[in-house]
């Protein structure tokens, strides 16, 4: 074991492997919660049981494609770095195409299926790169920032600090409303944790957020802690309907698969180098092995849609376990470990609230937007793709309409400046696509 994973080389031992694992599942343990939370729309009153997954088949879903992330990653490419649903993408299937597009949920998970597959199909050939490579950076870091705010607006909406309101669309909640305190107490006590580096903050403060819910009487008590998983047949493999039903074979629906594409093409990506940076795993701008970790995450959506849940990625909260000490697969294997182990926690984690998950919501939008210095604001033809790129996304509560406007405004904005050379062909082709992709949502 200690000869595969190079321990010798890497300078590393059980022990601190184990602990960066640990600590990298602590670090992102909230997805438990938050997943299952998001996909199964807890927050929206009267919406048809048709349109609502099952929420204890979504936690043991996020919880098992979680591990099979992690151990692929782990045993094959050997990189201290662990994989979940992401963040943004499962809010993207809920409130985008389930929500607002009215699709099943099956035709989501049938969507995230084929996207898998497509991911798979462009990494095994070297066009996934080809593809990254085609994008300007501008865009990339618009898109994560544009995430970044709709999961952070997602957030305020679901802890009621932000209401819908006649005459401006939306205002301030009700600041006197007890479950608006507990998440405002929820979002301090995240960000004096996470100031004072704090590694596994967003799930501690979560926790203690929970506790306080419970001794003041707004979340429930769990009437145990320990019991079997959850069922996953009312999830499990229901994805195949979709694609004897005529109407997943739409251009919406291919709009779906190319948005789960991309925001994952750039997610992915960009953590994995971040972390492998950090580790020092990277040589020459190169990393080793990199298209056996990026084969990690295609499987992982695969099998994550199949069990019934959103597409898989790279976590950047795998620093955290880098900065205990992980240098070796063998903690992402120990990550995975415990995603398993927390199967038989639902009892605890089932009874958590908005409240309570609103604050990881708001955060991780923060750290999501981190980035955004790095545009060059000063070149307009830049700065307006852009900036409607991230605007758009929680504007109208679409990640897909938000890469459109971005993606056509890029090659226009380019070209009236004079650098249409320097703007990739695949760039025009997209545009294309998002154009007329544009064209039939806004018709509807």
Not at 94 to 118: C, E, I, K, R
Not at 153 to 167: H, T
Request: proline share 4%; charged share 10%.
């Amino acid at each position: 074991m200690k000869k595969y994973f190079e321990f010798d080389k890497l300078g590393t031992n059980y022990r601190r492997e184990i602990l960066g694992g640990f600590t990298t599942f602590l670090a992102m343990a909230y997805i438990l919660v938050v997943n299952p939370s998001i996909l199964t729309l807890s927050d929206i009153e009267g919406l048809p049981d048709a349109l609502r997954m099952d929420y204890g088949a979504v936690f043991v879903a996020t919880a098992v494609s979680a591990a099979i992330g992690c151990f692929i990653m782990g045993i094959v490419a050997r990189y201290p770095l662990a994989l979940a649903p992401g963040l943004g993408l499962n809010a993207f299937f809920a409130y985008t195409v389930v929500l607002t597009n009215g699709s099943p949920w099956q035709h989501a998970l049938a969507a995230v299926f084929v996207s898998g597959v497509f991911f798979l199909l462009l990494t095994v050939t070297g066009l996934r790169e080809k593809l990254i490579n085609a994008i300007p950076m501008e865009l990339k870091i618009a898109v994560g920032a544009g995430i970044g705010l709709f999961v952070s607006f997602i957030g305020l909406k679901n802890a009621g600090i932000i209401i819908a309101s006649e005459a401006t669309v939306v205002g301030l909640g009700n600041l006197h409303d007890a479950e608006v305190l507990l998440a405002i107490f929820g979002i301090l006590l995240t960000v004096i944790f996470l100031v004072r580096g704090m590694k596994a903050g967003v799930f501690i403060a979560m926790a203690i957020t929970a506790i306080v819910g419970m001794l003041i009487g707004l979340v429930d008590l769990p009437s145990q802690i320990v019991s079997a998983p959850p069922s996953v047949e009312p999830t499990f493999g229901k994805l195949f309907s979709a694609f004897t039903d005529p109407e997943f074979y739409s251009l919406t629906m291919v709009s779906v698969i190319l948005s789960f594409l991309f925001v994952d093409f750039f997610d992915n990506a960009g953590t994995l180098m971040a972390v492998a940076n950090q580790a020092g795993f990277v040589k020459d701008n190169k990393l080793p092995r990199a298209g056996k970790a990026l084969i990690s995450d295609s499987i992982a959506s695969i099998s994550g849609s199949i069990f019934g849940t959103s597409t898989v990625t790279s976590y950047v909260e795998s620093s955290a376990g880098v900065g205990a000490g992980a240098r070796t697969g063998f903690a992402s294997i120990i990550t995975g470990i415990c995603f398993l182990l927390a199967l038989f926690l639902s009892p605890v984690l089932s009874v958590v609230t908005n409240a309570v998950t609103a604050p990881a919501l708001i955060v991780v939008g923060i750290l999501m937007v981190s980035s955004l210095g790095q545009i060059e604001w000063n070149k307009f033809e830049v700065a307006v793709p852009a900036f409607f790129t991230m605007l758009m996304m929680p504007l109208t509560s679409s990640i897909a309409t938000g890469l459109a406007v971005g993606f056509v405004f890029y090659p226009l904005t380019m070209v009236l400046k004079g650098k249409a050379k320097e703007v990739n062909p695949i760039m025009y082709i997209f545009a294309v696509i998002f154009l007329i992709y544009l064209g039939t949502v806004g018709s509807m």
